[in-house]
């Protein structure tokens, strides 16, 4: 069973970023809950999430978190903001002094989500940052800078479902190759209130059906003969 923390940055009286309409901690918070939704559909993965609602946690209590659940992965999701609004595109940070599994780590998920979001979308690069994320927790850690919530393009991507889910799933992708998950064995419809037919025989003479018939009904069977 491999745990993986999801930390939907800011929440509550921290808004994080806000530009053209809408909120960092709204936005991260829906990209977070399409990853966890997406993660259940693989076997042996356990998942926790900083929130689920719109609330605030300190970034203590948040690696704080992850580290007394003992998480193997931390995966901490932001959206970008500049001063100047022609900045764009995605970013991905792990600390600086990162070991290689979580250099590989990064770069594993860093393309998958490059890979879903395309050519049009500004590749800024994989960085290093001394965050509180990154240097406090205890297992192998990264964080998503997801476009720019200041830039007029970038951000009318992020008002669409359709495009948040190919956030989501870039991350999701990325675990999973990184992980090596598979996914759960999709489970049968049900059979409630349906009826399953055996033929045993077809005979062109009564006599013969009818001994069939009499040989089952001694093993308990109710058998029932249909001409057609």
């Known amino acids: 069973m491999v745990k993986?923390?999801?930390?939907?940055?800011?929440?509550?009286?921290?808004?994080?970023?806000?530009?053209?309409?809408?909120?960092?901690?709204?936005?991260?918070?829906?990209?977070?809950?399409?990853i966890e939704k997406g993660l259940k559909t693989y076997e042996n993965v356990d998942i926790l999430l900083t929130r689920s609602t719109d609330n605030f946690l300190t970034l203590k209590e948040r690696t704080d978190k992850a580290n007394n659940w003992n998480a193997d992965i931390l995966l901490s999701v932001h959206i970008n903001s500049a001063a100047d609004n022609t900045a764009k595109g995605f970013e991905s940070y792990i600390y600086p002094n990162a070991n290689s599994p979580t250099i590989a780590f990064q770069n594993m998920v860093h393309q998958e989500i490059m890979n879903q979001l395309g050519t049009s979308i500004r590749n800024r690069g994989k960085?290093?940052?001394?965050?509180?994320?990154?240097?406090?927790?205890?297992?192998?850690?990264?964080?998503?800078?997801?476009?720019?919530?200041?830039?007029?393009?970038?951000?009318?991507?992020?008002?669409?479902?359709?495009?948040?889910?190919?956030?989501?799933?870039?991350?999701?992708?990325?675990?999973?190759?990184?992980?090596?998950?598979?996914?759960?064995?999709?489970?049968?419809?049900?059979?409630?209130?349906?009826?399953?037919?055996?033929?045993?025989?077809?005979?062109?003479?009564?006599?013969?059906?009818?001994a069939v018939?009499?040989?089952?009904?001694?093993l308990g069977y109710r058998p029932v003969i249909k001409y057609e």
């Open 213 to 218: 018939v009499a040989d089952l009904q001694k």
């Open 4 to 34: 993986i923390y999801l930390d939907a940055g800011h929440g509550g009286n921290d808004g994080g970023a806000a530009a053209n309409g809408i909120k960092e901690k709204d936005v991260v918070l829906d990209i977070v809950q399409r």
């Open 127 to 210: 960085k290093r940052a001394n965050f509180h994320m990154l240097r406090e927790s205890h297992m192998k850690a990264i964080l998503t800078e997801n476009l720019f919530i200041s830039n007029g393009s970038d951000a009318n991507l992020l008002k669409t479902d359709s495009f948040k889910q190919r956030i989501a799933d870039g991350h999701i992708i990325g675990l999973e190759k990184f992980l090596g998950l598979k996914k759960k064995e999709t489970q049968p419809p049900s059979d409630i209130g349906k009826f399953f037919k055996v033929q045993v025989g077809a005979f062109e003479e009564r006599k013969n059906a009818e």
